[in-house]
Nanobody
Framework: QVQLVESGGGLVQPGGSLRLSCAASGRTFSSSTMGWFRQAPGKERELVAAIRWSGGTTYYADSVKGRFTISRDNAKNTFYLQMNSLEPEDTAVYSC????????????????????WGQGTQVTVSS
């Protein structure tokens, strides 16, 4: 079993920054893929970014490239989403997800690929 605990959401003005954290526990993650998804009202859940725990290869949605950075701290079993230059369109509930088994790159964007989820945290970008 895997537990994911998120922190770091909140209200920020356009152009501001936030960092989300997801602390993982319950098993080792050497072959895992970890992801950040978001869901805005009336929209489908979408992948924002993902990272391979081993090697650190990253993937980003086109809408956040150059603004968001996903990273991990192996020693703390924690991964992060640094969000800069936030826009009102980034407003959503952000959730971290984990899949201990290897995921093909083509399947990274599919929420059903991930077995474990955090509780979700609200990010609101507004002046």
């Amino acid at each position: 079993q895997v537990q994911l605990v998120e922190s770091g959401g909140g209200l920020v003005q356009p152009g501001g920054s936030l960092r989300l954290s997801c602390a993982a526990s319950g098993r080792t993650f050497s072959s895992s893929t970890m992801g950040w998804f978001r869901q805005a009202p009336g929209k489908e859940r979408e992948l924002v970014a993902a990272i391979r725990w081993s090697g650190g290869t990253t993937y980003y949605a086109d809408s956040v490239k150059g603004r968001f950075t996903i990273s991990r701290d192996n020693a703390k079993n924690t991964f992060y989403l640094q969000m800069n230059s936030l826009e009102p369109e980034d407003t959503a509930v952000y959730s971290c997800a984990a899949q201990p088994k290897y995921i093909l790159a083509v399947n990274l964007v599919n929420p059903s690929t991930y077995d474990y989820w955090g509780q979700g945290t609200q990010v609101t970008v507004s002046s």
